[in-house]
């Protein structure tokens, strides 16, 4: 009879299973580390010989919190909120009030990357079909429109019962590096007061010192209580485990937070497996990585291992030094196809800030108002986008046509 054998990704511990005691997606805990462990794949029973190693990858949880304007016809409001009626909120899902901003959204906690994409979706989308208050309310999913910022929290976990702080610090520090390239991916705020700006993201470079301030590695290993830094540890609370949370992207819409989520949960598995990170920045390169990213979105350069890289030649560089945690991962194309626009120069800062530029360019100041021609458009879009439907047609609806990426690869050694 087969015996299936399960390796410990952290400590190579090997524990043996009986072909009915194990199937795909089964979850275990490591009997020497405790480390929890989610099967990915097992061999055909046709196919197995009689020891066979089974596919795992350590079990990594995250729950994410999404802050919104609200859009009521040709306005957008801040400090507004909405709440879907409590019949459709599902277990694990909240609609919350944020004292800065208005509406925030916190999602189930999930463990799988096509299934997290699916829970943002169907939550946010239940803002517009089961609002409470019977109005023509659409969501405003950007990092700045009027002065308020809104962003993206990511949180992280090892399993029901969160992270511990052996785990935290040393996690917090393998991320820190790689934060500029989520940040580059997620520029959402091209508009701040109600104005068309050349920067990616206002809500970093205006607010990013003080709601999103930088921190060093070894501070970061200190574990120092601070709501306001880019990357800290919460501590457990009695409705909440303890996580690690990522305070740096714009609110945005759910293929390129899940995009985000994808590098932070690759991140989590190297370091989880006692991968050494591929790329060490001086905190002053971090720095200079971070404002670029903020500034110029999926244009500007950040750095690899104190080199400056285009965006390009970074994602190709992260795709290959991870391919082994990527390759092991079900990553449809919504997902890759937010790298592959990262890698030409677009993300939703430059959809959003195209299709202002073309209804400016086609419609008369004098007779028409740019802002509503937008959100009007803009509303569809995000409904469009929410009900499921692919990044081309969001941006179509609003005047924007996505270039070819057919050939575009993601790597150089193994490409995707």
């Known amino acids: 009879m087969t015996r299936f054998i399960v390796t410990?990704?952290?400590?190579?511990?090997?524990?043996?299973?009986?072909?009915?005691?194990?199937?795909?997606?089964?979850?275990?805990q490591c009997l020497k580390c405790k480390l929890n462990i989610k099967v990915i794949n097992i061999c055909l029973p046709d196919?197995?010989?009689?020891?066979?190693?089974?596919?795992?990858?350590?079990?990594?949880?995250?729950?994410?919190?999404?802050?919104s304007y609200l859009?009521?016809?040709?306005?957008?409001?801040?400090?507004?909120?909405?709440?879907?009626?409590?019949?459709?909120?599902?277990p694990g899902e909240d609609f919350t009030e944020d004292i800065a901003i208005g509406n925030e959204y916190i999602s189930p906690i999930f463990d799988d990357i096509n299934k997290g994409l699916f829970l943002l979706r169907n939550g946010l989308r239940k803002y517009r079909i089961f609002?409470?208050?019977?109005?023509?309310?659409?969501?405003?999913?950007?990092?700045?429109?009027?002065?308020?910022?809104?962003?993206?929290?990511?949180?992280?976990?090892?399993?029901?019962?969160?992270?511990?702080?052996?785990?935290?610090?040393?996690?917090?520090?393998?991320?820190?590096?790689?934060?500029?390239?989520?940040?580059?991916?997620?520029?959402?705020?091209?508009?701040?007061?109600?104005?068309?700006?050349?920067?990616?993201?206002?809500?970093?470079?205006?607010?990013?010192?003080?709601?999103?301030?930088?921190?060093?590695?070894?501070?970061?290993?200190?574990?120092?209580?601070?709501?306001?830094?880019?990357?800290?540890?919460?501590?457990?609370?009695?409705?909440?485990?303890?996580?690690?949370?990522?305070?740096i992207a714009d609110a945005n819409i759910p293929e390129f937070i899940i995009a985000a989520v994808e590098v932070l949960r690759v991140l989590t598995i190297g370091y989880?497996?006692?991968?050494?990170?591929?790329?060490?920045?001086?905190?002053?390169?971090?720095?200079?990585?971070?404002?670029s990213a903020s500034k110029f979105g999926v244009k500007g350069k950040i750095y690899w291992n104190e080199k400056s890289l285009e965006m390009q030649d970074y994602i190709d560089t992260f795709f290959d030094s991870f391919y082994e945690e990527l390759e092991e991962k079900d990553l449809t194309d919504e997902i890759l196809d937010v790298f592959r626009l990262a890698k030409l120069g677009w993300n939703n800062a430059t959809i959003i800030r195209s299709s202002?530029?073309?209804?400016?360019?086609?419609?008369?100041?004098?007779?028409f108002n740019w802002k509503k021609q937008f959100l009007m458009r803009y509303s569809g879009a995000l409904s469009s986008s929410l009900d499921g439907n692919n990044l081309i047609d969001y941006a179509?609806?609003?005047?924007?046509?996505?270039?070819?990426?057919?050939?575009?690869?993601?790597?150089?050694?193994?490409?995707?």
């Open 47 to 67: 196919e197995c010989v009689e020891e066979e190693e089974v596919g795992v990858q350590p079990l990594v949880t995250n729950g994410i919190e999404i802050e």
């Open 356 to 367: 202002i530029e073309h209804i400016k360019s086609v419609y008369s100041s004098k007779k």
């Open 131 to 247: 609002a409470q208050r019977k109005a023509n309310y659409q969501i405003g999913l950007f990092g700045t429109w009027l002065k308020d910022p809104a962003g993206v929290h990511f949180h992280i976990g090892l399993g029901e019962e969160g992270i511990g702080k052996e785990d935290a610090g040393p996690l917090m520090a393998y991320i820190h590096d790689y934060l500029p390239l989520i940040i580059a991916l997620c520029t959402n705020s091209p508009v701040f007061e109600e104005e068309l700006t050349s920067i990616a993201s206002n809500r970093m470079v205006k607010y990013g010192d003080e709601w999103c301030k930088s921190i060093s590695k070894p501070e970061i290993l200190k574990l120092r209580s601070d709501h306001w830094i880019e990357i800290n540890y919460n501590a457990h609370r009695k409705d909440k485990p303890p996580t690690v949370e990522v305070r």
């Open 272 to 291: 989880l497996s006692g991968k050494p990170s591929p790329n060490d920045l001086s905190f002053e390169n971090y720095n200079k990585s971070k404002l």
């Open 71 to 90: 859009i009521k016809g040709e306005k957008v409001l801040e400090r507004t909120a909405i709440q879907p009626i409590k019949d459709v909120i599902e």
């Open 396 to 416: 179509r609806l609003m005047f924007v046509d996505l270039p070819d990426l057919k050939d575009i690869k993601l790597g150089k050694e193994h490409p995707f």
């Open 8 to 28: 410990c990704p952290r400590c190579k511990y090997k524990m043996d299973f009986a072909p009915t005691k194990i199937k795909v997606n089964d979850l275990h």
